[in-house]
């Protein structure tokens, strides 16, 4: 069946200008569209291209023949009586029916509740859904599988309030929200309540790609949990990642519908035939810019390109980040996506669309100290004789050696330390991040390998040994301090080889409400247009000369 919402209209779409409170919008956006689809079909093009379109779309439609027609069937939603903001409660069960609950909420509840939380929508189809502002406002169903997933938290966070309806709703989207806000939640939970209303689960229904091993073990557990807590039967999800023995997850892919995965094995059992992914309906990109620049590029191009096509599948990306280098790359593996940002707006530019700035999360007490080089360990070890025995310190360095080395002269200095980073062996580096969480060791010293996504509760200080390459990887790294409406402390070094940075990393800590040192506005604020090639994969980069050209690999 064709859809309206989903046919052909990508590339004659744009994101719209940012709806100061898009709840109000009308339902003029499905009917526009489904006026440009009508006009689509009946113009221009020679009847016999239609015929053959057609025909082809028929072809799809039996190939991909389980995907229950009324989700993406837009004549549903054109034809709920009522207003908008009564959502689709109306409609079948394979769309998402906004609670009662929800719906008898004064719009002014809303309007305070997207205000306060400052959440931004960019949406070509004019958003309909209401924010699912507490737990027991999710339809009945899904709030009777998954409440005991949810038992510990008072509410959902917002990223999780403002994506969810649209995400059940089978929307594509791109989730931008502050480090530590849930956000794996936010695209797991309509993940697997999506997979689990499918007739037809066999096969690899659900893929989502993580940049690194330790981050895809964590989404991993949280599916999984996810899985066990859904009273659907035939859900099994698998984590596939380098660095250990194939024959055990070869195992556990058989029968299994939700794999969480790095790129390169990934492609390895794609290319070896254990792995088809023609039938994937749901795609996540977790850290989605990292997933998107020129380290994973071309895998994520290959992996995609075995998937069905983009109308065909669900694809939803989060992240913290939001780079403007990589965004057209993003566009072209969806469908009109529905663009939700979690957070104070920091947009200097004017650009009504560029609302994708970097937000460092406002409760990680930033400070940042230039020194010379041949300073750091002194200081470092200033820093951690005055840290209280058993609170959780995060130690950064760029490059594997200088971590190394670093590791060994905390050592040295008789504090208990562990290390993770590319040039260690799967198990030790597994070793070393249980240690850390587990409370054996409070220090661990880590490379960039450890600086998106990791969720270890407590770590009360990350400091900056040396800066990273992009200021991007800056606001990941602090991240991992301040989760889940906790505070934080980053404290950074930074010297004159980092000084091509110095702009970044101003309009990071302006942003966040940080203090800006004068020996660091000295460097100069001018921010250099990143450039796709450069975003956090390769070093060095301009004005950073004294910096060694190591290329920072990424995980398989
Ligand atoms: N609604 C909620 N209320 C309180 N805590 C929550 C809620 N949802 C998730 N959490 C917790 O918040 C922590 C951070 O979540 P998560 O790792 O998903 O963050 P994230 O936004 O993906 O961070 P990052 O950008 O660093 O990847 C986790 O410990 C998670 O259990």
């Known amino acids: 069946m064709l859809s309206a919402g989903k046919f052909n209209l990508f590339k004659l779409e744009k994101f719209g200008p940012r709806c100061a409170s898009p709840w109000r919008s009308t339902i003029t956006g499905h009917t526009t569209n489904m006026s440009k689809h009508r006009l689509d079909e009946g113009s221009g093009s020679s009847l016999k291209h239609d015929k053959k379109r057609r025909k082809k779309d028929r072809k799809e439609a039996v190939k991909y023949e389980d995907i229950t027609p009324t989700e993406t069937d837009i004549t549903t939603a054109e034809s709920t009586p009522g207003p908008v903001q009564n959502g689709n409660e109306d409609s079948d069960s394979g769309r998402y029916k906004q609670s009662s609950s929800l719906t008898a909420l004064p719009q002014a509840e809303v309007d305070s509740y997207l205000k306060s939380e400052n959440v931004s929508i960019t949406d070509s189809q004019n958003t309909t859904l209401r924010p699912i502002l507490r737990f027991d406002q999710l339809p009945a169903d899904i709030l009777a599988t998954y409440s005991p997933f949810f038992k510990n938290f008072e509410k959902p966070s917002s990223i999780q309030s403002s994506s969810w309806p649209h995400l059940l709703d089978s929307r594509d989207l791109i989730g931008i929200a502050e480090t530590g806000s849930g956000k794996t939640l936010a695209f797991g939970l309509p993940l697997v309540h999506r997979l689990s209303l499918l007739k037809k689960k066999k096969g690899i229904r659900a893929v989502v790609v993580a940049p690194t091993r330790e ?284 000084k091509g940075l110095a702009g970044g990393l101003v309009n990071v800590l302006r942003g966040a409400g940080q203090p800006v040192p004068d020996e660091l506005l000295r460097f100069g604020t001018t921010v250099k247009k990143k450039q796709h090639e450069a975003y956090g994969a390769f070093g060095p980069k301009e004005g950073m000369e004294g910096r060694k050209a190591t290329k920072v690999t990424f995980d398989d």
Not at 258 to 285: C, N, Q
Not at 368 to 378: H, P, R, S
Not at 387 to 406: D, G, H, M, N, W
């Open 215 to 498: 981050l895809a073990i964590q989404v991993f557990e949280q599916i999984q949990a996810l899985t066990k807590t859904s009273t659907t039967p035939n859900l099994k999800a698998t984590c596939i990642y380098g660095g250990t023995n194939k024959d055990e997850q070869r195992r556990n892919l058989s029968a299994c519908n939700i794999i969480v995965a790095t790129p390169g094995r990934l492609k390895d059992f794609m290319s070896d035939g254990t792995i088809d992914l023609s039938k994937t309906r749901y795609l996540v990109l977790d850290e989605a810019d990292r997933m998107l620049d020129k380290g994973f590029e071309e895998d994520i191009k290959h992996i995609i390109s075995t998937m069905p096509p983009a109308t065909k599948r669900q694809t939803a990306m989060f992240t913290a980040t939001w780079p403007k280098s990589i965004r057209d790359l993003a566009a072209t593996f969806m469908q009109s996506p529905i663009r939700i940002t979690i957070g104070r707006d920091t947009n200097h530019s004017g650009d009504p669309t560029d609302d994708g700035e970097l937000r460092a999360n406002p409760r990680i007490k930033q400070s940042v100290e230039v020194l010379d080089g041949y300073d750091k360990q002194a200081r470092l070890l200033q820093l951690l004789q005055k840290q209280p025995k058993s609170e959780r310190i995060l130690v950064f360095c760029l490059y594997k050696k200088e971590a190394t080395r670093i590791e060994d002269f905390i050592r040295r200095n008789r504090f208990p330390v562990a290390g993770i980073h590319g040039d260690l062996a799967q198990q030790a580096r597994e070793r070393s991040l249980n240690a850390f969480k587990d409370g054996d060791v409070h220090i661990l010293v880590a490379t960039d390998v450890a600086a998106r996504g990791l969720d270890i509760p407590n770590v009360k200080l990350v400091i900056n040994v040396t800066f990273p390459l992009t200021a991007e990887d800056y606001v990941h790294r602090i991240g991992r301090t301040g989760r889940a409406g906790k505070d934080g402390t980053a404290i950074t070094f930074f010297t004159e080889q980092d």
